[in-house]
């Protein structure tokens, strides 16, 4: 491995780093309801939202990866709906920056704004993601799955009513 290939990863990893955050403070003011919505069934508990986010990749991305194998049109869809996946997942990897930020902010009993948590948060889970192996393969799919999970309980209108 040369010189060009280690400039090639740092500068991939730097990236990464820099975008995560800015795309869930993005989703945070964008999709500001369904966040919080998402951060209060996380802060409820973390075993819920990880089963539902299994049964919901289990149930979604399986028969999206037989349609994408199917080619032609049936390719156009499933790669749709393994879109709609990652807007699911990634809003709710934005609620969990956001109940992270609120944990580390009470742990430094200041009170912050939601926008803050997310940005705290976020920064956190940046770096969380960026070690090797732990970063890429545990932390970052559980907290997809969960976020998964999250904003699909967070759809419901029982939790409307209860936040």
């Given at each position: 491995m040369?010189?060009?290939?280690?400039?090639?990863?740092?500068?991939?990893?730097?990236?990464?780093?820099l975008a995560l955050p800015a795309l869930l403070v993005a989703l945070s003011l964008l999709m500001n309801r369904a966040t919080s919505r998402a951060a209060?069934?996380?802060q409820q508990g973390i075993t819920r939202p990880l089963l539902v986010g299994v049964i919901a990749v289990i149930v979604i991305a399986l028969p999206a990866s037989l349609?994408?194998?199917?080619?032609?049109?049936?390719?156009?869809?499933g790669v749709l709906i393994y879109l709609f996946l990652l807007t699911w997942g990634f809003t709710g990897m934005?609620?969990?920056?956001?109940?992270?930020g609120g944990r580390l902010g009470l742990m430094a009993d200041e009170?912050?704004?939601?926008?803050?948590?997310?940005?705290?948060?976020a920064s956190v889970l940046s770096f969380a993601v960026a070690f090797?192996?732990?970063g890429w393969l545990v932390i970052?799919?559980?907290?997809f799955v969960m976020g998964i999970g999250a904003t699909l309980i967070g759809r419901k209108p029982a939790v409307e009513a209860a936040a």
């Open positions: 040369g010189i060009g290939d280690s400039i090639t990863i740092v500068g991939c990893l730097a990236g990464t780093m209060h069934c996380l349609l994408i194998s199917m080619g032609s049109i049936f390719q156009l869809m934005a609620a969990f920056a956001r109940m992270l009170p912050r704004s939601s926008m803050t948590e997310t940005l705290v948060g090797p192996l732990v970052l799919p559980l907290s």
